[in-house]
């Protein structure tokens, strides 16, 4: 037998999606159903690249297993003593954030620090639509003519040479705490700490994954480390910097960095502080979202992270902050419930917006890069929507809101093994882009329509092998084969001390069947809902999310009787009913007989 022939699971070679389904790791006894749960965890931990002699430390990843000393990282403490000299002598700071979730986690964590060392502290969030990503010069001058000479930017400012210069000569220091991709030379700031630097040291570029949330975690271990070395803490408590782990795990998952190695061990602990519902703010977040569980990473990314966003997107842009800092429970409910209405607003602006791009993206269908422009396109659903078409076309896509000037806002999200980010950055070093950055799986960017076709014609060039070779490699690997009567909560159950999932450390696809379908049916927006039954038995919920109008499912819509399938997707809790149930999100489907 060949290699691939034993890769092969199930000897699906085709699916409905046109897809062949790979084992994850490929090895004998891969059917789930005969693991018992240490083992079942075993199997995932070492399908996802972990090392045999490393599974006791990823079973349970803690910070002291994998967290690095912040002094690895270039100028990390020089900005932890310039910032501990601000603390001792209670000099006013800034923090100034970028208004998506990383941003806003960044400022929150920081400012919370700062607020429990007595420093006057105060936060600045830039308006999406009046000042654009970033700061600028004319914010930072004004900054320090309110009385903060010294201002900490989180989540920006690796690009800022402009306006770091422009505060320098007017007094104003700043310190940069970034994580986007860096240039060749740097902004001229007091200190940038970004595990992207270009220069910097291998053992510290290897946590060049982290969110800034998490490089601003490290400034903080730095922070009272210089401060205790200090003797500050002689005559007065230490903050516990462990208890703003909530929002570290928070921003990680909204930002979509990779679930692995010291990320994952800072969501694992922000997930049990999150759970003590400590921070105000979440915790009437959580309530906004009807969690009254435990919260989850999912939750984080699709329930929790979206609302912060929405202010930043359709609304005013520090509400974020406010509610992840403020300790009036009376301000934390109403925050949370502008904060929902917001997201209903964003989602409906959404829709809108796909609708065009999704069929302008029809022109250039061949294209390995999917660039598409609209006039008065809102910026803030352009990230969104960028996910939305890289999802549906299964390769980069780049997303240009313009303006009457015939500016273009844009923002790009990218697929598994090809660096958009730095590609964004070499668009802009050619003269192409007004300005430009990102990391590896999404960029932002500012280009004049003019430039539109040839910043196209640039990208398609540079990533043309990267996408293809990207797409190539498309397949469908699956974790374990399931009986029917094994989508149940204990399936669910057995498989979190794996977790936390998210991007870069995927949840465990399972295939089951071969199953009927009894019921199906659209449920809201293109969604296909099913009630499908096993030879064992068993019957089972399904849904397959946005793919009614796909062939998978229009195959799911309009198959009945005694045919039948396998089903491939993720088992996840349902608890909805009355009682503990399991239902399959759906990604694909192959023919059984």
Request: charged share 25%; with cysteine.
């Amino acid at each position: 037998m060949n290699d691939l022939a034993r890769d092969t699971a199930l000897g699906i070679t085709r699916s409905i999606a046109g897809q062949p389904w790979h084992w994850r790791r490929t090895s004998a006894g891969m059917g789930g159903e005969s693991l018992a749960p240490d083992d079942l965890v075993t199997q995932l931990l070492l399908a996802r690249g972990v090392a045999r002699d490393d599974i006791e430390r990823q079973r349970a990843p803690t910070l002291r297993g994998f967290m690095p000393d912040p002094a690895l990282f270039r100028d990390m403490d020089a900005a932890a003593a310039r910032i501990a000299d601000a603390v001792e002598a209670r000099e006013a700071v800034t923090i100034f954030g970028d208004y998506d979730v990383d941003g806003a986690t960044s400022a929150a964590l920081l400012v919370r620090l700062l607020r429990a060392l007595d420093v006057p502290v105060g936060a600045y969030i830039p308006d999406r639509l009046m000042e654009g990503y970033g700061p600028s010069g004319a914010a930072l001058v004004k900054i320090g003519e309110a009385g903060s000479k010294l201002v900490v930017t989180v989540d920006c400012g690796a690009q800022a040479f402009d306006a770091i210069a422009e505060a320098r000569a007017a007094g104003v220091e700043v310190i940069v705490v970034d994580h986007h991709q860096c240039a060749s030379h740097l902004p001229d700031a007091l200190a940038v700490v970004n595990p992207n630097r270009l220069d910097e040291a291998a053992e510290a570029a290897a946590h060049g994954n982290l969110a800034a949330v998490g490089v601003a975690f490290l400034l903080g271990a730095a922070l009272l480390r210089t401060l205790r070395g200090r003797g500050f803490f002689a005559s007065r408590e230490e903050p516990a910097l462990i208890e703003l782990l909530d929002l570290v795990a928070l921003g990680t998952v909204a930002d979509v960095a990779r679930l692995t190695g010291f990320n994952r061990a800072l969501v694992t602990q922000g997930l049990k502080i999150m759970a003590r519902r400590g921070n105000v703010g979440l915790a009437a977040l959580m309530d906004a979202a009807r969690l009254t569980r435990a919260p989850t990473a999912s939750d984080m990314g699709f329930a929790l992270g979206p609302r912060i966003n929405a202010g930043g997107r359709v609304g005013k842009s520090d509400l974020g902050v406010r509610l992840l800092t403020t300790s009036d429970p009376q301000e934390a409910a109403d925050i949370s419930q502008e904060l929902n209405r917001l997201n209903e607003e964003r989602r409906a602006i959404e829709a809108a917006v796909l609708e065009e791009a999704m069929a302008m993206s029809e022109r250039t269908a061949n294209a390995p890069v999917a660039i598409v422009a609209g006039q008065g396109w809102h910026p803030g659903v352009i990230g969104i929507v960028a996910g939305r078409l890289k999802e549906k076309l299964h390769r980069p896509a780049i997303v240009i809101a313009l303006d009457e000037a015939g500016v273009g806002k844009g923002s790009g999200r990218s697929i598994s093994g090809v660096d958009l980010g730095a590609a964004v950055l070499a668009a802009k070093e050619t003269g192409l882009l007004v300005a430009g950055g990102g990391h590896a799986m999404a960029a932002g960017l500012t280009v004049k329509a003019g430039q539109i076709d040839a910043l196209g014609a640039f990208l398609n060039d540079r990533l043309a092998a990267d996408v293809e070779r990207a797409s190539g490699d498309k397949s469908l690997l699956i974790d374990a084969v399931l009986a029917p009567r094994g989508i149940s909560p204990l399936w669910c159950e057995a498989i979190e001390s794996a977790g936390p999932y998210g991007a870069g450390w995927p949840a465990p696809r399972v295939a089951t069947g071969p199953v009927r379908i009894v019921e199906s049916g659209v449920v809201g927006t293109d969604h296909v809902r099913l009630i499908v039954a096993g030879d064992d038995g068993a019957r089972f919920k399904a849904i397959a999310f946005r793919s009614a109008e796909t062939e998978l499912g229009q195959t799911l819509l309009h198959t009945r009787g005694s045919r039948k399938l396998w089903l491939a997707g993720r088992a996840k809790r349902d608890d909805w009913g009355s009682r503990p149930a399991a239902e399959l999100h759906v990604e694909d489907a192959a023919w059984a007989d």
